[in-house]
């Protein structure tokens, strides 16, 4: 283990960038199929890997979770203790610059353009109806949007779609304020774990229940932060079971390749296929069967770092993509409505290579804007969120 560790002190886990590569490449190549205005039918043998491509935030989910645990207990082992202040400082500064930025960018500049229609609300700027977007900037749109009523009801493309992305920045926020709480107040590592694990064994039964039951159980399951926090503590999980040295190298096999399995099966039997929450069995067992896999997949990654798969996730064209995954997040909405206005000005033929041409034009015009964005606006408080210890580059 002292390999892993030694890079751990080092403030970077091999092949995580190459992680958050695939992750928003899945996520991308989802939104650029419902851009491209083709029949999903046209997308032929890639057909349910691009429609799983919602996979890819409850990769970030799961990774979020492994690292901030990671870190955390790291910080703890080093100085007896994790500062919160410290913690939330640091938060603060990696994820609000440059999301202010592009909300900033999305209500006052793209709103008011015909050629970003992800962006073109119509009642952002009518009377009153401005106040639709606070619960966005404020880190509460996840319990407004009405995700699968409108926007993303159908394999189409419709305005508003580039602020709903956000439902999954407040499900992550919400866990960075509750998480470290629990982590601060309970030292027992047997107690941190019974807790994540009782929240991550109610959540799929609550989901289960709440398909159900509720009206709009859909959109609520979805984004709702009670219903979604067990993808970050699933990666918790594995970040306490690693730090207790109780790994066993081949039952975490069996546990990654099993969760795989059920992810794979789902996603051919349509469950977890264009609407993760599109059936009970997809909203319970399937969301967290994807989170388990992803989790063993980063543990897999921290235990073997010269493994080759570690490797190949460290080539630098992934790492780059990897370190502008947040700004890409949050920009590729309104570039995918520049290269469709660009790619599509002439009539395309819905074929499979089109939709991959579509595809790799879209990922490059948010590769450029992100980059934009990073060396303007995230790299700056990146560094000064360096400066204040060294508790590790998430």
């Known amino acids: 283990m002292a390999t892993e560790h030694s890079g751990l002190r080092a403030g970077h886990i091999a092949g995580l960038d190459g992680m958050r590569a695939i992750a928003i490449l899945a996520v991308i190549s989802w939104h650029s199929a419902l851009a491209s205005q083709f029949p999903l039918e046209a997308l032929g043998p890639v057909q349910a890997l691009v ?146 694990l009782a929240v991550c064994l109610a959540l799929p039964a609550l989901r289960f229940f709440a398909w159900s039951n509720l009206w709009d159980a859909e959109s609520t399951i979805h984004t709702a932060s009670h219903y979604r926090l067990d993808s970050l503590l699933i990666g918790s999980l594995g970040a306490l079971m690693f730090d207790s040295a109780c790994l066993r190298p081949r039952a975490l096999r069996i546990v990654g390749l099993s969760a795989a399995g059920v992810s794979a099966y789902l996603v051919a039997d349509g469950s977890l296929s264009v609407r993760p929450a599109g059936n009970a069995l997809g909203a319970s067992l399937g969301l967290s069967a994807v989170a388990v896999a992803s989790t063993v997949a980063l543990m897999e990654l921290r235990r073997l770092p010269l493994a080759p798969w570690t490797r190949a996730l460290e080539a630098r064209p992934l790492r780059y993509v990897g370190r502008l995954s947040y700004a890409m997040y949050l920009i590729h909405f309104p570039m995918i409505d520049l290269g469709r206005r660009l790619y599509f000005s002439v009539p395309r033929s819905a074929t499979l290579g089109n939709f991959l041409v579509a595809t790799c034009w879209f990922t490059l015009l948010s590769v450029a804007a992100a980059a934009v964005l990073h060396h303007a606006v995230e790299r700056p408080f990146l560094q000064l969120k360096r400066r204040l210890g060294r508790a590790g580059s998430v």
């Open 51 to 196: 429609t799983s491509g919602w996979a890819g935030v409850d990769l970030f989910f799961a990774l979020s979770g492994f690292l901030i645990t990671t870190l955390l207990l790291r910080e703890e082992a080093e100085r007896g203790r994790f500062s919160l202040s410290r913690f939330y400082l640091r938060r603060a500064l990696r994820i609000l610059p440059v999301f202010y930025a592009v909300f900033i960018l999305l209500t006052f500049v793209f709103a008011r353009s015909s050629w970003f229609a992800s962006v073109r609300v119509m009642h952002v700027w009518q009377k009153g109806s401005a106040l639709g977007l606070w619960p966005y900037a404020t880190f509460w749109g996840n319990y407004f949007t009405g995700y699968f009523q409108g926007a993303f009801s159908q394999p189409v493309y419709n305005p508003g779609d580039a602020f709903l992305v956000f439902w999954s920045l407040c499900v992550e926020e919400h866990f960075y304020l509750l998480w470290p709480l629990v982590l601060f107040g309970v030292r027992s590592t047997r107690v941190r774990v019974s807790v994540a």
